[in-house]
């Protein structure tokens, strides 16, 4: 055997060595499968799923500027036409106490500025224009979530507890979850549930100066099952169901009916079914991976979402990796949504005109690259993202036809960078 | 009900059917962190954040205590 064939033998066995301690030690398919599988409590969510995963510490920091397009002077009849922007500080860490057990705790912080849309009314010709609040709306949210993670040969069990908080809004979640591998770990079912408390305490506006408190309370259940296809793809599908009981309206926001205003009114309980499916496939020849999302919503405010994710990550010198992806999302409407309503709408009657009730579409393209710095900083893991999405939406890029397009739909920009290490 | 229990089914017959066994030394493709479901988890909960706050749907299955998203 010739000098070039016993090194390439010696290299495959090495990686082969490397991929069985990987699948061993609960990193490699383990690890990505259970990433999935959890990505759907609330609270728990892909958070506490994740950290459990690399059996060291790690720690992660992320910043994001995000900033809603001003709407054409056409559309507005009064206030501001400049939106939100967001800016987010979040961080993450993940941390072994020993025993097969692993901490983590995630904090992040928004701070936001902007206008937003108070109602939609009719102009002169009958075309709806909205009316939107003063520029001059400041807020922070501040949310934590801590979690315990117990890691055993072929299970991972997950209790989460956060909180998020807000001038006006509180709200405290619990979450649990539970995964099992069988068939040497190739599949791998999980389930888990989720709960969460929430009270809003509004600030007074002009229309309505003193606000009462309101409260709402969540759960939801998730089943999932994630498979290995072949040594270079794998899928999951989950379903999830969602129950909302309580305030579930929007308190910053009016209806208007014949040039009469009214309060955002909606039904006091929500359920809601989703149905998440995902694929990914590795393309060894040309070191690229395929992604592929899909998602089907339902609700019992009769709103059907599809949702389609297709990305690209290719990796370039073993050092790089560029992603592109877009994304589709459409949605039919809220049964109680008009953009605005006729003269003699009962008190009594649900009636909404938020946008994100109305029907329509979006589309939005994202590229991202991330680079490894483990080399350059000599620490393991150490890894440098930034990612910019542009979001738009109208009817335009709806399914089917849409009659009258809500005004105050929403384009937006997102610029993201992240920092990654572990150890 | 009875339906949806067979059409679950199918569909678990139906992918089991289509998987090949995949020996664990044989995974390392399938650990490389570009085949991770959510390669970043922190800008992956950062999105599904704006898209809850924007959306009618619940964004990847769901998020508690998300805040209001009353803008």
Known sequence: MSQKKRRARSERRAAERAAVRAARSGRGTFAMLTTSALALIPGLAERAAAQSQENGW???????????????????????????????????????????????????????TGASPWLIESDLAGDPVVVMTGASIEDARTDVLASVTFI????????TGGTSMEDDYTAINFGFGREKDFNQKATTFSWGMGFSTDEIDPNGTSFNPLPSKHHKKVGSFSLGIAQVIDRASVAQSSLTLQYADGYLADPYK??????????????????????????????????????????????????????????????LFELITIAP??????????????????LGLPATQDASSDYRL??????????RADVSLADLLKVPQARIGLQYE??????????????????ALVDFSVLMLTLKTGF | MRALRIAL???????????????????????????????????????????????????????????????
């Open chain 1, 390 to 407: 542009r979001y738009e939406s109208g009817a335009e890029y709806a399914i089917g036809s849409i009659g009258t397009e809500n005004p």
């Open chain 1, 254 to 315: 009016l209806v208007s009916a014949g040039g009469i205003n009214s309060e955002d009114r909606r039904p006091g309980t929500r359920t809601q079914i989703s149905w998440l499916t995902r694929y990914r496939r590795h393309f060894e020849r040309v070191h690229g991976s395929l992604h592929a999302d899909y998602q089907f919503n339902w609700d019992t405010w009769d709103v059907k979402a599809n949702t389609l994710e297709l990305g690209w990550h290719q990796e």
């Open chain 1, 325 to 342: 992806s877009i994304r589709y999302y459409t949605q039919s409407e809220a049964k109680f949504y008009a953009p605005y309503f006729a």
């Open chain 1, 58 to 112: 790690s720690f992660a920091y992320g910043y994001s500027m995000y900033a809603e397009g001003s709407l054409p002077a056409s559309k507005v009849s009064a206030g501001s036409r400049e939106r939100y922007d967001i800016d987010t500080h979040a961080f993450k860490l993940a941390a072994p106490i020993g025993g097969n057990i692993s901490l983590g705790l995630d904090v992040a912080y928004e701070k936001m």
């Open chain 1, 152 to 159: 055993g040969e072929k299970s991972r069990t997950s209790l």
């Open chain 2, 9 to 71: 089914l199918l569909g678990i017959c139906a992918l089991a059917s289509a998987c090949q066994h995949v020996d664990p030394w044989e995974r390392n493709l399938l650990a490389r962190p570009d085949m991770a479901w959510e390669p970043d988890e922190l800008a992956a909960t950062q999105e599904n954040h704006t898209y809850f706050s924007k959306e009618a749907a619940m964004p990847g299955g769901g998020v508690g205590g998300g805040g209001c998203g009353c803008n």
């Open chain 1, 358 to 367: 109305s029907p329509y579409g979006a589309l939005s393209f994202k590229l």
